[in-house]
């Protein structure tokens, strides 16, 4: 189906197909939720929210072990099923899909204990006696929203986060990628998790709009920038916090010293992995002048040699996950070429059944060119020839998206503080695109790429409401601050202005004689007497 006729489709429809993206086959018929399934899924959720949110950590984490212990025993078969649905290799469904779970669960198993608890903070000098903590309480029923280059991991990786704090879960996954939605439901219904505390509903995009509509308390979506302009409108109505995790068109910056054999096959693994449908995948390929024609050789070469072809056939790259996908890959590359690129490898669809397109390598791009400013999301490197880095640095920084970036030099700690001035969400030095699966580090982007943070600590604060507490000692019966103010503003100005010029003894002064000044009512007329 193309991009239009996805769009078509929506409102019209009960069912859907799945077609294989490998040979065109028809895999099986999805039924559509309709708007009232969906209010009725997040009524359900609503309805095991207390429940689940009263639990311990350690009760949800319960859950969580055995739904680690689930993907344990059978993650080969879900890798399969993963990569029928998606075409990926079936070392990409293991190892970035399904191995990122339990990392996270035992991460958060960890860490969730010291993020999530009560923590007292520091007295203030100007608040004596005074105790005050920070605690968190989770957001509701969340609703998330995810694509099909990862249905598995971008989906489950948002849902564990925010079923840890308290919440309860409605996840919509992407049309396209429909055996992985029903996966996850299946793999969580395994786990015992309570109903309504996660609930599964297939559809398409009118399925995803009903669900921003529904009675829901945030929206994590995982997308394109249009959908998130249109899921944040949604939450806008509301109005609900809205976290969204958009495209990139991520940087890889080559510098004269780097050592150039690992950053070509870094580039190759970059560009092509998950054949290039990854908002992380390096789609502009900066190389400084002096290096540029070694390197450019060094990654042909590496291109070349990449295996293309279905999952189960030892492929290093599968077919395109989404028929629509196909056209704007081939838009990207001629447009690219009637501009004055030069296609050093591939450029077509491949001939035979299947959604599949050559690995490409695009020289000589320029930054007004459509295949620079734009997302591709397909197996396609664009070089582009810069002077120095300070040059790279710049053209990466002009640009709509920062999701992630990598720099590649023989000096790590240039490479620390070119990686520090590039404008994106994480920045890699002499690695790449493996940080996404760091649970220690936060994840999101800038720009267009979008905002709000996932993974780490952030991860779970993401699904959070912060509560300040502050608590004023038992014994305590009046305040300097309180009525009556007559009489007072000599006093409180004095107090101000000790306070302004720094003087803490003055403003200690100031406030224990407003303490007195309350106490007293003195030079109070009130209405009693
Ligand atoms: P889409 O924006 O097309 O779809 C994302 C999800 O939104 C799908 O589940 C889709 O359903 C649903 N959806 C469609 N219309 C609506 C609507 N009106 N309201 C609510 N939900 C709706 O993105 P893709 O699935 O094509 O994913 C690719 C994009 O995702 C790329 O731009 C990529 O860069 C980005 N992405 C970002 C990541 C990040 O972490 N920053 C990670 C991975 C991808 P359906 O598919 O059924 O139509």
Redesign the pocket.
Known sequence: MTVEA?ADA?NSRETFDKYSPVDGRKLGTYTITPPDGVDAAVARARKAAPKWRDLSLDERFSYLERLREIIRRDGERYAQIISEDTGKPLVDSLMTELMSIPLFIEYYEKEAPKALKRRRLMPQLLFPGKASYVEYFPKGVVGI??????PFQ?AVVPMISALIGGNTVVL?????TPMTGELIDDVFEEAGFPPGVVEVIQ???????A??EADIDMIF????????R??MA?AAKKPIPVEL????KDAMIVCEDANLERAARAAVWGGFINCG????SVERLFVVEPIYDEFVELVRREVKKLRVGAPDEGSDMGPLT?SGQMGIVARHVENARKEGATIAVGGEPMEGPGQFFEPTLVLDVTTDMEIYRE?T?GPVLPVIKVADAEEAIQKTNDHKFG?TGSVWTGDRQKGIELASRMESGQCSVNDLVVSVGNPALP???VKQ??FGRYHAHEGLYAFMHQKAIMAAPDLLDVEPFWFPYAAKYPTVLKTFKGLLGGSMVTALKGFYRMLRMTQTRAGTKGTEE
């Open positions: 996805k929506v929203i995810s694509p099909w280059n990862f971008l919509k996954p992407s049309e396209v559809g398409d995009g009118s399925t995803g709009a669900l921003t979506f995982t997308g394109s920038v249009a959908t998130g249109k899921v949604a995790e958009l495209g990139g449908q990854m908002c992380i989404f997302e999301f999701l994840f999101g982007g790429s979008g």
